[in-house]
């Protein structure tokens, strides 16, 4: 069991005074902990990394317990900073969102700001959310690459983003959205030209000679499917490249090759026979989608609408 003290702090020694603990400190100690670095917390907080130090410290002498321990690049978050962070996340965030509103939260709530892949906010998360426009919801939506939108979420240009990968450090709040299953697939014309079961019993080399159609030249998706699938490394080029999925998807409809896509994305041209599925292994490969939120962001009671409603939609897709 573990010891509390008179705070109702689990893990942490009574203090040498009876003093409150410092806002400021604890401000701080939540985006060191949130940041995984003394610096990248600097420079979240607009203070000098000696800054941070010294705040740190100074709260590790009155609470009697080491709070991080130092690594070579960044720090690691000790179970008593765990627990602190834990019990003061919600709170400080809170006081966060009142002091940063500026208002007394009469007028009409701020646009929410959604990014992520433009495949998926097209073909589930916007159909997914237009009943909440009649309630008075306004989006924003931006579409990008992964690594681009979680820089822009940190940087407070976004509310959400639904993420293919879930983010490294503290920063970001990140829960399991959606997982995506991929299939690898041809037009009828080449699924009949390729063979039926062809795959299942040759493998790739059934494949040989058939164009393939994907996302970028460095082949991302289709180069995951032969790794986890087939066991072996994808060569060759691509005989067409498009930078959206859904054009990858009518390009292979209409006769261009063989691509792996997202189930749900060509889930209706499988059912109605315009796309024929190659191979059903036992165990495709799957990716899992991530709603990512900035810590403070909650004051927006329309971005909670938003954020609950997406959770809730995604179980069925």
Not at 87 to 102: C, F, M, T, W, Y
């Amino acid at each position: 069991m573990s010891h509390r003290n008179s705070d109702g702090l689990p893990g942490i020694r009574k203090p040498a005074s009876n003093e409150p603990l410092d806002l400021t400190l604890l401000r701080t100690f939540l985006a060191v902990h949130r940041a995984g670095s003394f610096t990248a917390a600097a420079r979240l907080l607009g203070l000098s990394q000696p800054t941070v130090t010294t705040q740190i410290r100074s709260l590790e002498t009155q609470l009697g317990r080491e709070l991080f321990g130092r690594l070579p690049r960044g720090v690691a978050p000790t179970p008593v900073a765990d627990d602190l962070a834990a019990q003061i996340a919600g709170p400080l965030d809170a006081l966060a969102a009142v002091a940063d509103r500026g208002h007394d939260g009469t007028g009409p709530a701020e646009p929410v700001h959604l990014a992520g892949p433009a495949e998926l906010l097209c073909v589930r998360a916007l159909p997914a959310l237009a009943p909440l426009v009649e309630q008075g919801v306004r989006l924003r939506i931006t579409t990008g690459l992964t690594d681009e939108l979680l820089d822009g979420l940190r940087a407070g240009h976004y509310d959400l983003a639904i993420s293919t990968v879930r983010p490294r450090g503290r920063s970001l709040t990140a829960v399991p959205l959606t997982d995506e299953e991929f299939v690898l697939v041809a037009s009828p014309r080449w699924a009949e030209r390729i063979g039926p079961d062809r795959v299942a019993t040759q493998g790739p080399g059934a494949l040989r000679g058939a164009p393939l159609v994907t996302y970028a030249e460095d082949l991302p998706i289709a180069r995951r499917y032969w790794r986890h699938v087939f066991g072996i490394r994808l060569t060759g080029q691509a005989a067409v490249t498009v930078p959206d999925l859904r054009g990858v998807l009518s390009a292979v409809a209409a006769g261009a090759g063989i691509t792996v896509l997202p189930r749900y994305l060509c889930q209706d041209e499988l059912a109605a026979g315009t796309l024929v599925e190659l191979l059903t292994p036992d165990d495709p490969p799957i990716n899992t989608g991530y709603l990512v939120q900035r810590p403070g962001t909650s004051d927006n009671p329309h971005l909670t609408l938003v954020r609950d409603h997406l959770l809730s939609e995604a179980r069925s897709w």
